[in-house]
């Protein structure tokens, strides 16, 4: 409360020391201001609510509403929160508060942020660029299925309803077992009878993912300029339907059954590993760090904005979607077992399936079934064009971090950015719009994304932790926050989310080439030739590569020995790193849009560990 008097300035270093009192010792603080950006003019969000949306709409996804429930059911029903709980604090938010400290710190997409901590490092950008440009191209096929199916149920007499099987099949043999399922492979996807049965270009698949490519172009033709008002009603839009679909889904006779079936729990699995590698994974597909996104969206914030609040809040709406989503759509299935008298396992499905074939059917049996097919797919388009946002954003940044123009004309760079990632992701895309494009989407889906996404996560871990400083970093977020940074994200970055990761990663190795892959078709499944399973790990490759590629590109700004390497993990040295520094008392003053980050140089020791500090200026 008392007033405070600067007693030196060094503006060429933005310092400035001061004595100040504290009870009856005097100690001398050092307020230094935070570095400015190397990009004054970068885009900025209009406001936190913006950011906000932005991160909950990408974070938010399909998987949520297909995947997670029917990991649930495999898993133990309820018994599968528990790993998913203890995955989301030793691994989901310590990753997500990661990347959107460095995009706020840095303030550059993901190759420039990686390239400053080290110039060999950018290749993990370079690889997360790639990554979310494969997952971007497959994944916007799933909206225009979904465009597809919306479009269709404007109707009296939803499509799907005795449906007739074609005879002959495009397949070539039987028709499947339900009307939805010969919908869906007949009418939708125009099956071939395998993935080497290519076919031809489908007008009906091709027209909707053009007009998906142009909605998704529209929206982010100026970056976050444009999207960022889009993002009002595609993040919150989902959340209406789920609660409609939730009271509409408890109402109907036999939805007990199903959120029995949901979440009884079997602790016996609980034991077995898998269930673990589910949640580690379920959890780093949902809240996507990896691919560059949360950087990209966290360089447009301001530097004093408070990253450990939003990575922890974002996180908890993600997970606790995923869980009222399961409410949701297990209360439908349970109805619609009831009717057909089996069990909810006989009606189960998990991806494409549960939303293509699974709800179609289960929609049927519900009064005012078009509303609520329209409903349904009205939810997955804004869900899937939130994700997209994010996609289109993380390669726009990098390109940015790059110099890549396309124009001379600075004010048309980002739309001629925009213009030409999406016509190129259009050209690509087409190939799912083939006879066999629903088994393309099927390898893409199994190798462009998995593996190449655990291994980006693993070396940003190890770039930040061990390479830049895990308490060089954590110094930079009490800078911009003001707060004292806890002990826990040390020791997340540094040790346990690492191994935690490079678990799983070693894991989905192994079974990635011990299992046999597979693919379904409408008779069933089918293994996939050897050429198409080495063309999948060229996929993988194709991202990964670019991390040791560009190592070894910039070896010449690389110091590095076997016995520096061993000297890090010394048992000497070990034991001095897990020694906490002493302790010293963090403040901050606010003064308009610019946050002094003070330390005490002479540490009080009658300062505790909950004792704050609040200083208020007027200067």
């Known amino acids: 409360e008392e007033e405070v008097l600067v007693d030196q300035v060094d503006l060429d270093n933005g310092e400035a020391t001061v004595d100040t009192t504290c009870g009856d010792s005097i100690n001398v603080v050092t307020l230094k201001a935070l570095p400015p ?35 649930c059911f495999k898993n133990g029903g309820g018994t599968f929160l528990i790993p998913y709980a203890v995955m989301l604090f030793v691994e989901g938010i310590p990753l997500f508060f990661l990347e959107l400290s460095l995009g706020q710190w840095f303030q550059q997409g993901a190759f420039g942020t990686f390239r400053k901590i080290h110039p060999a490092l950018g290749g993990i950008g370079l690889a997360s660029g790639v990554c979310t440009f494969m997952v971007g191209v497959y994944y916007q096929v799933i909206i225009a299925w979904g465009i597809f199916y919306f ?12 449906y007739q099987c074609p005879s002959p099949t495009p397949w070539g043999g039987n028709c499947t077992s339900t009307q939805e399922a010969d919908f869906w492979y007949s009418e939708v996807q125009h099956a071939s009878a395998s993935i080497e049965d290519t076919g031809t270009l489908q007008w009906q698949p091709t027209l909707c993912l053009f007009a998906a490519w142009v909605g998704l172009g529209a929206c982010m033709l100026k970056g976050i300029h444009s999207a960022k008002y889009a993002v009002y009603f595609t993040a919150t839009f989902p959340y209406v339907v789920l609660v409609l679909l939730f009271f509409r889904g408890i109402t109907l006779e036999g939805a007990s059954d199903g959120i029995s079936f949901y979440l009884k729990p079997d602790f016996s699995k609980l034991g077995r590993s898998q269930i673990w590698l589910d949640a580690g994974g379920q959890i780093l597909y949902s809240l996507s760090p990896g691919f560059g996104t949360l950087i990209a969206y966290s360089s447009y914030n301001k530097r004093n904005n408070d990253t450990l609040k939003d990575a922890i809040t974002v996180s908890l709406i993600n997970c606790s979607t995923s869980v009222f989503a399961g409410f949701a759509i297990f209360s439908i299935l349970g ?39 329209v409903l349904f797919f009205a939810m997955l388009l804004t869900l899937g064009l939130d994700s997209q946002f994010g996609t289109v954003e993380a390669v726009l940044a990098i390109m940015d971090d790059l110099g890549i123009k396309i124009v001379s004309n600075e004010k048309y760079t980002q739309t001629a950015r925009t213009v030409t990632f999406c016509t190129v992701s259009f050209a690509v895309g087409l190939v799912f719009c083939t006879n066999s494009g629903l088994y393309y989407f099927q390898l893409f889906d199994a190798y462009s994304a998995a593996l190449p996404l655990l291994f980006i996560c693993l070396c940003e871990l190890v770039a930040v932790a061990w390479i830049y400083g895990v308490d060089k970093f954590i110094h930079h977020i009490e800078d911009m926050t003001g707060r004292v940074i806890s002990r826990w994200w040390w020791w997340m970055w540094k040790w346990v989310t690492p191994m935690v990761i490079l678990v799983i990663l070693v894991w989905s190795f192994v079974t990635a080439i011990t299992d046999e892959a597979v693919y379904s078709t409408p008779t069933g499944f089918k293994a996939f030739p050897s050429h198409y399973v080495f063309l999948g790990w060229c996929l993988i490759l194709s991202s990964t590569l670019f991390i040791p590629g560009f190592a070894l590109y910039k070896r010449d700004t690389v110091t590095f020995s076997a016995r520096h390497f061993c000297g890090a993990l010394s048992f000497a040295r070990i034991k001095q790193e897990l020694t906490p520094p002493p302790r010293t008392a963090a403040l901050a003053v606010n003064s308009g849009d610019f946050v002094l980050g003070a330390t005490l140089l002479s540490p009080n020791p009658s300062f505790s560990d909950d004792d704050q500090v609040e200083m208020e200026s007027n200067a």
């Open 37 to 71: 950006s190397d990009h004054p003019d970068r885009q900025q969000w209009g406001s936190k609510w913006q950011f906000l949306l932005s991160c909950i709409g990408y974070a938010v996804g399909l998987g949520n509403v297909w995947r997670f429930p029917y990991l």
């Open 151 to 162: 479009f269709s149920s404007w109707s009296s007499k939803l499509p799907w309803d005795g």
């Open 335 to 373: 109805h619609m077992a009831h009717i057909k008298g089996v069990s909810v396992e006989d009606v189960i499905e998990g991806g494409p399936g549960l939303a293509f074939i699974a709800y179609p059917e289960a929609v049927l049996e519900i009064p005012g079934s078009t509303f609520w097919a």
